[in-house]
């Protein structure tokens, strides 16, 4: 699962910026960061807060989305606030089957970068939030599915999107181990090359189970990860970039 992560302002710059181009860097600053919530040093998904995705039909400048997809079959707004915290994640491995995301997994793939992402390890009856990030600190490029729905009492357009997970790495196997869980899972984390790919869509189920079995078999493995402050309750640290600060934890002996 992937339910809370890390989004600077400067994570959002980096595909431009790899790409050369300084002036998608120039308005996206000035015409697309002030509709955000960025930076996002701690964000929850069923907060449903708004970044920057970047989507196949427009690779080289992002959109504002809000986390959580809304299937354009969606009929109202009661509908949709049902909906959205149920589609936060979309597992892989059943993209191409599930009616929320099925036509995004299809035609509507897009890539959202992230400093990181939270999850909790439970140890002793407790639980132990962690932050997990690349050994290198650089951004982490995920894959997402979005969709674009039209509110039928207003006329109003709403980008959303989901972050696709998969089975965790051995890194992920240690630290989430939910009892409630068949298996330890993760965002799906995309190298630069296979970027590219993830975004390119499909045009049939043939071509859709290639890329099924990219997503079966491909596992990202440079990641680390340290405890932080608990995300929850009365010690909770908000939206504050001391959130993602290593703490140590005495009763915590497992070694990550």
Not at 103 to 129: M, T, W
Not at 136 to 164: C, D, Q, R, Y
Request: glycine share 4%; charged share 25%; net charge negative.
């Amino acid at each position: 699962m992937c339910y809370d992560i890390k989004a600077s302002i400067e994570t959002q710059l980096k595909r431009a910026e790899r790409k050369g181009d300084l002036s998608a860097v120039t308005e996206i600053l000035e015409n697309l960061i002030p509709f955000t919530d960025l930076p996002l040093f701690h964000a929850s998904g069923f907060s449903h807060p708004e970044l920057l995705i970047y989507t196949s039909d427009a690779p080289e400048f992002p959109k504002v989305a809000t986390w959580g997809l809304v299937p354009h079959w969606v009929k109202n707004q009661e509908q949709q606030q049902k909906t959205w915290n149920s589609t936060l994640n979309a597992r892989a491995e059943t993209i191409f089957e599930k009616p929320s995301f099925k036509a995004s997994a299809l035609h509507k793939r897009c890539l959202i970068y992230i400093d990181g992402f939270f999850e909790h390890h439970q140890y002793n009856k407790k639980v132990y939030p962690f932050f997990i990030q690349r050994h290198n600190h650089k951004s982490m490029a995920l894959a997402g599915l979005w969709s674009e729905w039209i509110n039928p009492e207003h006329g109003g357009k709403l980008n959303t999107f989901s972050i696709v997970t998969t089975k965790g790495n051995s890194l992920m196997s240690k630290i989430h181990n939910n009892p409630k869980i068949k298996e330890p899972r993760m965002p799906f984390i995309l190298t630069d090359d296979l970027e590219e790919q993830w975004l390119h869509s499909e045009n049939d189920m043939r071509d859709a189970s290639r890329l099924q079995n990219l997503l079966k078999s491909y596992t990202f493995e440079d990641l680390k990860a340290h405890t932080v402050e608990k995300l929850r309750g009365k010690n909770y640290l908000g939206n504050v970039e001391e959130t993602a600060n290593p703490v140590l934890y005495e009763d915590l002996t497992t070694d990550f």
